[in-house]
């Protein structure tokens, strides 16, 4: 996709859907959002955007994106998945906000989070830290020009798993957390799972080691493994060095609907 937009249809309708996308191409090395432009219970128009200081004349980006249902669900094979949403306004100056799981996770735990509204029109994304069984913290971040003043209140959405495979139920899947290890210089993971295929992947920053607003960006995706790096803007300076950051993601086998019990 590109910052034109597209718009996408949806295979079923949502009560309350959780939105999560993430880029998984470097087809243009300036930075990215990808933004959710709007949605209903059966669309949603997503788009990229770069930061301020650029033209947003982006080249086209290869992006991944989930919709689910919120609530608790049990995916079979003991693979539980919960996803909710939340509305904040809460930028590095008002500090993070906490969630709580309500779901019984056992060990580790990985969460993607998605900003899932356009009420601001200015870059922003989330960022992550003290993720666990019980919950994590998350809050708004825009680009580092901008990121010391307020923001619109945005929804985000959210999504936990327990880390590790499966390939019960809905085909294989894998979600893994990489320890502070992810800086500017990149980092390859390999995955556990043989996929036949590059899955469909989802990266998303998990810690605040470095205090720069960034966002972890995924590549060169492909059945053996990705490429990921902790990637800074350039709005204020061009130094874009980043400190080792935890990445939690998760790859799924097929697209199309996953079935899921309540």
């Known amino acids: 996709i590109g910052v034109e937009g597209l718009i996408v249809a949806l295979e079923r309708s949502y009560i309350d859907p959780v939105i999560i996308l993430s880029i998984n ?17 059966t669309q949603m128009e997503i788009m990229i955007q770069e930061t301020s200081e ?37 930028l590095a100056r008002q500090g993070f906000e906490r969630v709580a799981h309500a779901a019984d996770f056992d060990g580790e735990v990985a ?27 998350v ?5 580092q020009a901008q990121n010391g003043g307020g923001h619109s209140t945005e ?13 019960a139920g809905n085909g294989a899947l894998e979600v893994g957390k990489i320890a502070p290890g992810v800086s500017d210089d990149g980092h390859l993971q390999a995955f556990d799972v043989d996929f036949d ?15 720069d607003p960034a966002a972890a960006r ?35 086998e097929e697209d199309g609907l996953i079935y899921a019990r309540a």
Do not use: K
């Open 25 to 41: 191409s470097m087809n243009d090395d300036n930075p990215i959002a990808a933004r959710v432009r709007w949605n209903t219970s």
């Open 54 to 90: 650029l033209d947003n004349l982006h080249a086209a980006e290869t992006v991944s994106w989930m919709v689910v249902e919120a609530g608790v669900w049990d995916l079979g094979g003991g693979v539980v998945l919960e996803a909710d949403t939340l509305d904040t306004n809460n």
């Open 111 to 137: 969460t993607l989070s998605q900003v899932q509204s356009f009420t601001g029109t200015s870059f922003v994304r989330t960022r992550q830290r003290f993720g666990d069984e019980d919950g994590f913290q």
């Open 139 to 143: 809050m708004l971040e825009e680009e």
């Open 155 to 167: 929804t985000i959405g959210w999504v936990s798993m327990g880390a590790g495979a499966t390939t």
């Open 197 to 211: 295929d590059a899955p469909i992947l989802f990266t998303q920053m998990a810690g605040r080691y470095g205090v």
């Open 218 to 252: 995924a590549f060169d995706v492909t059945a053996d493994g990705f490429s990921v790096i902790a990637e800074e803007d350039a709005s204020v300076d061009a130094e874009t060095d980043h400190a080792r950051e935890i990445v939690d993601w998760f790859a799924f």
